[in-house]
Every structure is written in structure tokens, then in C-alpha cells.
């Protein structure tokens, strides 16, 4: 059970939100905020976001990466699933389990608004959806703070530790930017900038949580629980 949840869970998931978006990304209908004639999904001009709308910017069905994408965002919940079984991992020392306990909860709170995407389109429900997509990122700076303090603690290899650090520090400056940026609504080059960077942190927020996989089985050879 444990193998399962914070193991092959937590793999098997970010795997497959990349590949479902690069197949959204094929299949997309067109169109960005700017220009709705624009062919195609493009990495700089389109947000990640937009692979979820029934509709694309270009006013065409875009069925198929709709619902490749907002599965793959609603499967995060799993994530934060397998989260709620990780601190019993760390139970032999009370403070570690207590810090991994919170630290479940902020990634798992973090997952239910990511899964919020996804059972929001931006082109049904925009507020609520822009709601969602803004303060996921944020549980995941307490969360990383928190899981960073655990592994260091433990006898698990710290190299995992910097993988968690590297999530923070990325996630914590990316939650800056959407704070003090202006929209994207504004202009085309800070639609480009947004949406690079979008691209980037969620990137790094999945390669992130894949290497966190193998800390956590690190620490279930340990305990012998597989």
C-alpha cells in the first residue's frame, strides 16, 4: 500500500500530465489571447491553461485537449492523496512526523486547486478558474519548506532535499512574479513572458515531485514496509 501511494503514484502521474499535454498541445485548435488566428499551440504565445477550453481563442472545438488536459490536472488529487500517506514514513522521529504531517497537508490542499483547473475551463468558468490556477503554487511553498526540513532531518540522501529546495525556491519567486506582473491582457510580450514562464515552473514543479518518488522509497526499503 505504501509502495503504491507514495511511489507509483507519484510517478505515474507527472508523467502523464506531460505526455497528455504535449498531445493537447498537438491537437489544439488554434488561437491565443492576442490572436486568435494564430495556428496551431505555441510554447511562448499560449498558457497552459488554454489546452483546457472546450473552445480555443480561435472560437473552434477543442474538445480532445480539453479533455486530455483537465484529466491530467484533476489527477493531481491522487498526488495529494499520496501525500496523506507519507508521514508515516517519517513516524519514528515525532518531529518529523508532526513536519511531515503539515507539510502533507499544504501539498494536498496545493493538488485539490490543481485538480480545480482542470474542473474549471477558462472558457466556462474564468473567475473560479483563474482563482485556482494562481494560489495552487502557493501551498507548495510551505509544503516544499516543510517536506525540505523533514529530509534533511532524516537519514534519507540529501541530494533529494535539494530537488525539494530547488521546487521552493523556484515556486516561491514564481508566486512573486504573478503577484507584482502586470496581466497578460496588457500586451503580447507579457502574454510571451508569462507564458514561458509558466511553462518552466510547472516543469520543474513535476520533475520535482517525480524525484521526491525516490526519497520516499529510500525511505520504505528502510523501514522494510515493501
Known amino acids: 500500500m505504501f509502495y503504491f501511494w507514495t511511489v507509483k503514484v507519484i510517478r505515474f502521474v507527472p508523467i502523464f500530465f506531460v ?3 504535449i498531445i493537447a498541445a498537438y491537437f489544439y485548435a488554434g488561437g491565443n489571447i492576442h490572436n486568435p488566428s494564430q495556428v496551431g499551440y505555441s510554447v ?9 477550453g472546450f473552445k480555443s481563442h480561435s472560437g473552434k472545438v477543442n474538445i480532445l485537449s480539453a479533455l486530455l488536459f483537465n484529466i491530467s490536472m484533476i489527477m493531481f488529487i491522487l498526488v495529494g492523496v499520496s501525500f496523506l500517506f507519507v508521514p508515516r514514513l517519517f513516524k519514528e522521529n515525532k518531529t518529523n512526523y508532526f513536519l511531515s504531517i503539515l507539510g502533507s497537508i499544504f501539498f494536498f490542499l496545493g493538488t485539490v486547486f490543481f485538480a480545480g483547473v482542470g474542473f474549471t475551463p477558462y472558457d466556462l468558468y474564468l473567475d473560479i478558474h483563474v482563482f485556482f490556477a494562481i494560489n495552487a503554487f502557493r501551498f507548495l511553498i510551505p509544503a516544499s ?3 525540505f526540513t523533514v529530509l534533511l532531518r532524516s537519514s534519507i540522501s540529501n541530494k533529494y532535499a535539494l530537488a525539494i529546495i ?3 525556491l523556484f515556486t516561491f519567486f514564481y508566486v512573486v512574479y504573478q503577484i507584482i506582473s ?3 491582457l496588457e500586451s503580447l510580450e507579457k502574454m510571451v513572458e508569462q507564458a514561458t514562464l509558466q511553462k518552466i ?3 520543474i514543479n513535476v520533475v520535482s515531485i517525480f524525484i521526491l518518488s525516490f526519497a520516499f522509497e529510500e525511505q520504505i526499503r528502510k523501514l522494510k514496509l515493501d
Not at 44 to 52: A, I, K, V, W
Open 19 to 21: 505526455l497528455a499535454s
Open 44 to 52: 511562448t504565445h499560449n498558457f497552459l491553461s488554454d489546452l483546457g
Open 145 to 147: 519548506v516543510l517536506y
Open 166 to 168: 530547488v521546487l521552493f
Open 182 to 184: 502586470a496581466s497578460p
Open 201 to 203: 515552473i510547472a516543469l
